[in-house]
């Protein structure tokens, strides 16, 4: 008896690490598709939303089909493994070539959802109804499940942690189609004698394991020509931190900087940008020693503030460090910010603004708000009421703010959601905006602690390729289409983040 249940704990052991390979491979299938969806369309909630539930759903289906598999369970699971292997393997390459590539990328991602849930859902029954003939069923269904529930807790964690920063969305789809074969590998190893496996299986598994093999060496070529189709011009720089996807493009003498796909500046015409968002709230300022900027990594407006004598202190906001040292080291950054970051006077903090105001004790002369658009969750908390409250209690009793506010042009409700959501939170507050060649009509917000002002008393004191005395109040001035909407777009809240939404369905069709 006691050799029998040895025998028996030496065949259940390797299916129970297989059920451990399974679940963190199934787990991470359907954080890359969700994020790699999040980074071409946009809006992370909705993108998320509908894999997870598309994939729970045909999950569900698979296991339904398991049911009448009823002979050749480990062949079976072994074959489904292996197509599971190489359908989730190639997942991250197929659907970034059909987006740059055509225009069938919704029908992509939703046949890899179906098929891969489906072969994921195949896996559990069939494997818990193999494990069952060596263990009763009760101690089969709680180990398979324990360990189905491990895992994938620890996939969750190893895709932002380790996978993602590390080799990205594809070659991450590589590693866990990899995994998968693995596992095929696993169980003809161990049970191909036993159960008198067909050759044919371990043949097709070698091919298979070849074909990864060969997308993961050339891995770095493939995202080069992606990205190359993804952008207009000559890409010079790509790199996936923990937190985004920074690329720089470069043609003639135009640099560009992408975040996650998002334009943030030309330098054509980013000094048209970068002096309308830093001079109006400095020229208001009564004081200009202590400067806050939240976000702005690439440092150019802090070069704008560097023109300023007075300036004592700047401290510079940013999240991703990766960010600020590339501002610092990749020669054509550098070249347009002047080196602004090395400067003495300005302190790097690579932490959540949010975080950053709560924890920070500070107060300053003038913040400026230079982060990227609210297209996702992480975003929109630092476009709410209640971090403009902490904004608010950062700054002294003559203090200014200025927000960079999307387009007032291309997603009107948005831009004035943003006014209403400054200006709910104590700061007596004007919109102005500006054009710019590789944006369009660009909105901001300027808002004051303690007084009112008026955009006729703005005067540019320092050195400016575009923006004038003269021509400084003109900015504060809208036309018929973007003025103010009539009806109410109400206020962003933690609670409530309306913002998103209205952000999504106005960029949807640009």
């Known amino acids: 008896m006691k050799e029998k249940k040895l025998e028996d704990i030496k065949i259940v052991a390797p299916l129970m690490f297989c ?28 993108q998320f939303s509908i894999t997870i539930g598309l994939f729970m759903t045909s999950m569900g289906l698979g296991s339904l089909v398991s049911k009448y598999i009823e002979v050749n369970l480990m062949g079976k699971f072994m074959m ?61 269904l709680a180990n398979v499940f324990s360990v189905d529930y491990i895992g994938g807790l620890i996939g969750s964690i190893l895709f932002p942690i380790i996978l993602l920063p590390n080799f990205g969305f594809i ?20 049970y191909h004698k036993r159960l008198n496996l067909s050759k044919t299986i371990g043949m097709i598994l070698t091919f298979v394991i070849i074909i990864l093999i060969i997308g993961i060496t050339n891995v770095k070529d493939t995202e080069s020509y992606i990205e190359q189709k993804l952008y207009q011009d000559k890409v010079i720089y790509s790199e996936q931190t923990k937190y985004q996807k920074i690329v720089v493009t470069k043609k003639k003498d135009d640099i560009r900087l992408f975040l996650n796909g998002n334009i943030q500046f030309s330098s054509h015409d980013e000094y048209r940008y970068h002096e309308s968002l830093v001079h109006p709230a400095m020229s208001l300022a009564k004081s200009k020693s202590r400067v806050l900027i939240l976000g702005g990594g690439d440092g150019l407006a802090v070069r704008e503030l560097l023109k300023y004598p007075t300036i004592e202190m700047i401290d510079l906001v940013d999240l991703d460090q990766r960010m600020t040292d590339l501002a610092q080291k990749l020669d054509y950054l550098v070249e347009l910010n002047q ?47 209640n971090f403009y409250h902490l904004i608010y209690d950062h700054l002294g009793d003559k203090g200014v703010v200025v927000v960079q506010s999307t387009s007032p042009y291309f997603a009107t409700k948005s831009f004035w959601m943003i006014h209403h959501t400054i200006k709910s939170s104590g700061f007596y507050t004007l919109p102005y905006h ?17 007084f009112r002002f008026n955009p006729l008393e703005l005067k540019v004191e320092v050195a400016t390729k575009f923006l004038t005395t003269k021509q400084v109040a003109s900015l504060f001035k809208f036309g018929q289409d973007i003025l103010e909407v009539k009806e109410e777009v109400g206020v962003n809240t933690l609670t409530r983040p309306r913002l998103i939404r209205e952000y999504n369905r106005a960029w949807e069709d640009y």
């Open 171 to 190: 070659q991450s789809s590589y590693i866990m189609g990899i995994l998968n074969l693995v596992v095929a590998a696993i169980v003809y190893i161990k």
């Open 19 to 46: 059920t451990f390979f399974v679940a963190i491979s199934g787990i991470v299938y359907q954080l890359i598709i969700g994020g790699i969806s999040s980074y071409l369309l946009g809006n992370s909630i909705y």
């Open 80 to 140: 489904i493994e292996t197509l599971l292997g190489l359908v989730g393997g190639i997942s991250g390459f197929l659907l970034f070539y059909s987006y740059a590539l055509s225009d069938i990328y919704l029908v992509v991602m939703y046949g890899l959802i179906l098929v891969i849930g489906s072969l994921t859902g195949l896996e559990l029954p069939l494997l818990t109804r193999i494990i069952e003939k060596y263990e009763d069923l009760k101690i089969t």
């Open 339 to 385: 080196n602004s970051l090395q400067n003495e006077k300005v302190s790097i903090y690579n932490q959540d603004a949010y975080q950053y105001l709560e924890e920070s004790s500070k107060k300053y002369d003038v913040v400026i708000v230079d982060l990227p658009d609210p297209n996702d969750e992480s975003l929109n908390k630092l476009y709410t009421s």
């Open 434 to 450: 500006t054009y710019l060649a590789s944006f369009g009509d660009w909105g901001f917000n300027l808002g004051t602690k303690g």
